[in-house]
C-alpha cells in the first residue's frame, strides 16, 4: 500500500529564509509525486508535481521539489520564503490505475512565516 | 475557466439529521474524487466515480456514507444520521485521469460540516 510520511508537523522560518519541506513516501513502482498548499478556509492548490524524467521540477510560486529514488523522498524547497507563503503543505502519492488514481496524502506541515 | 465548485461552503447540522454536499466538477473531467479532510485524521480519500464505470467506494467509512453522479458531471456526497466524528472539511476533486493522462486533481474548497 502507498503511504506518505511528513516528518515535520510544523516549521517556523523568518521572511527572507531558504525553505525545506521533507516527504518520504512508500510505493511499490515509479511514484507520480504532488505537493499541494491549503491556506486558511482554502481547497487544495497544486504547487507541483513529478512524473518522470527530470527529477528537480518547478512548480509555482517559485517553490521547487527534487525526487530521490535512493531515499524515496521529494522534498519542496524555496530560496527565498514571502510571508503570503505562510500555510499547510501537503504531499501525495499516486495516482495509479492499480489504486484508481486516488492520491494519498501526508498528515501536512503547517508553515509559519516571520516577519 | 471554472474550476471545482461546492455547496454549501460550510453546513451546520444536528446529530442524526441527513445531509447533502454537492459537487460540480471541471468541465470535460471525467473523474471526481470526495475526499475528507478531518483533524487527527488528514484527508481521507472516500469515493472515486469515473466516467460510467461503478465508483470506486473504498474509502467511504460506514454504510450512512453514499455518493452519486449524475450524467457524469455533478456528484452528491449524502450522510445520513450524521455524527459528531462526521463533522469534518469534505473536498471534491476532478481530473482527467484514465483518459488523457494526465493525473493532476483540482480541487474546490471544500464544505465544512459541523454536527452538533
Known amino acids: 500500500a502507498q503511504s506518505v510520511t511528513q516528518p515535520d508537523i510544523h516549521i517556523t522560518v523568518s521572511e527572507g529564509a531558504s525553505l525545506e519541506l521533507r516527504c518520504n513516501y512508500s510505493?511499490?513502482?515509479?511514484?507520480?509525486l504532488f505537493w499541494y498548499v491549503q491556506s486558511p478556509g482554502q481547497g487544495l492548490q497544486l504547487l507541483l508535481k513529478?512524473?518522470?524524467?527530470?527529477?528537480l521540477v518547478q512548480g509555482i510560486k517559485g517553490f521547487e521539489a527534487e525526487f530521490k529514488r535512493s531515499q524515496s523522498s521529494f522534498n519542496l524547497r524555496k530560496p527565498s520564503v514571502h510571508w503570503s507563503d505562510a500555510a499547510e503543505y501537503f504531499c501525495?502519492?499516486?495516482?495509479?490505475?492499480?489504486?484508481?488514481?486516488?492520491?494519498?496524502f501526508g498528515k501536512g506541515t503547517l508553515l509559519t512565516v516571520n516577519p | 475557466g471554472a474550476g471545482v465548485s461546492q455547496s454549501p461552503s460550510n453546513k451546520v447540522t444536528e446529530k442524526g439529521k441527513d445531509v447533502e454536499l454537492r459537487c460540480d466538477p471541471i468541465s470535460g473531467h471525467t473523474a471526481l474524487y470526495w475526499y475528507r479532510q478531518s483533524l487527527g485524521q488528514g484527508l481521507e480519500f472516500l469515493i472515486y466515480f469515473q466516467g460510467n464505470s461503478a465508483p470506486d467506494k473504498s474509502g467511504l467509512p460506514s454504510d450512512r456514507f453514499s455518493a452519486e453522479r449524475t450524467g457524469g458531471s455533478v456528484s452528491t456526497l449524502t450522510i445520513q444520521r450524521t455524527q459528531q466524528e462526521d463533522s469534518a472539511v469534505y473536498l471534491c476533486?476532478?481530473?482527467?485521469?484514465?483518459?488523457?493522462?494526465?493525473?493532476?486533481?483540482?480541487f474546490g474548497p471544500g464544505t465544512r460540516l459541523t454536527v452538533t
Open positions: 501525495a502519492v499516486g495516482p495509479s490505475r492499480a489504486s484508481n488514481y486516488k492520491l494519498t
Open positions: 513529478y512524473f518522470s524524467g527530470d527529477t
Open positions: 476533486a476532478s481530473s482527467l485521469a484514465g483518459t488523457s493522462g494526465s493525473y493532476e486533481q483540482y
Open positions: 510505493y511499490g513502482a515509479t511514484p507520480y
